[in-house]
């Protein structure tokens, strides 16, 4: 499976919109972008994949690059209840669940 | 329905003591898996089971042993615990072509 890049960590203000990036410029066809997240002391937690169109469901939205090199996770008017670390992975889809999670981007969601 | 189930939420051990980490899910699915986090550090896979029956070593096997009771459980075992293995533990499962659903995570410290 592709390895992917995040920044260690970012801020975001209460209510507004946090863009979380993720480079994973070794993804082949078959690969799906997955994010989960993982709040203090809890199991992570599914947020969204997506393989090349862009994804919105209720939590986020996942937004992938047109050459498939990177892809952005938003959410749309963040919260404090979304400080977190955001895991971005890439799985191919005939692949196993041997995921490699990484350290993540740790969100900061600040009053 | 509980989901994923693990067992203890905490323990304390002594250095070569032995110990099982129970995990049990009612979601009917093939694969589980055993994680371990370490502080600051991204999730890391120990091993896995794709189906009943059958387990495979994930990045970080090493003094561990795991059961595929049956459908349902899926045990992780340290024969001999050492100071090294003091981590969370997560264990997970996900549908066919679904996302991980993870337990609440099973908090071990070996002095």
């Known amino acids: 499976d592709a390895k992917t890049t995040q920044p260690t960590s970012m801020d975001c203000a209460e209510g507004r919109a946090a863009n979380l990036p993720c480079n994973h410029s070794?993804?082949?066809?078959?690969?799906?972008v997955y994010w989960y997240r993982q709040i203090h002391s809890q199991g992570p937690q599914y947020i969204i994949h997506?393989?090349?169109n862009n994804e919105t469901n209720e939590m986020a939205s996942l937004i992938i690059t047109e050459d498939r090199k990177s892809s952005t996770l938003i959410l749309p008017h963040a919260t404090l209840r979304d400080t977190a670390v955001y895991y971005c992975i890439v799985r191919g889809s005939n692949s196993g669940y041997a995921l490699n999670f990484g350290k993540g981007t740790s969100l900061l969601v600040t009053p | 329905n509980a989901g994923v189930t693990q067992t203890p939420k905490f323990q304390v051990l002594k250095t070569g003591q032995s110990m099982t980490l129970q995990c049990a899910q009612d979601m009917n699915h093939n694969s589980m898996y055993w994680y371990r986090q370490d502080p600051g550090m991204g999730l890391r896979l120990i091993y896995y089971?794709?189906?009943?029956?059958?387990?495979d070593k994930g990045e970080v096997p090493n003094g561990y042993n795991v059961s595929r009771l049956n459908k349902r459980e899926f045990s992780l075992r340290l024969e001999s615990a050492a100071p090294s293995q003091t981590s969370v533990y997560f264990c997970?499962?996900?549908?066919?072509?679904?996302?991980?659903?993870f337990g609440e995570g099973s908090r071990l410290t070996v002095l």
């Open positions: 997506g393989l090349k």
């Open positions: 089971s794709a189906s009943e029956g059958t387990t």
């Open positions: 070794t993804i082949s066809g078959n690969e799906y």
């Open positions: 997970a499962t996900h549908p066919q072509d679904g996302e991980l659903f």
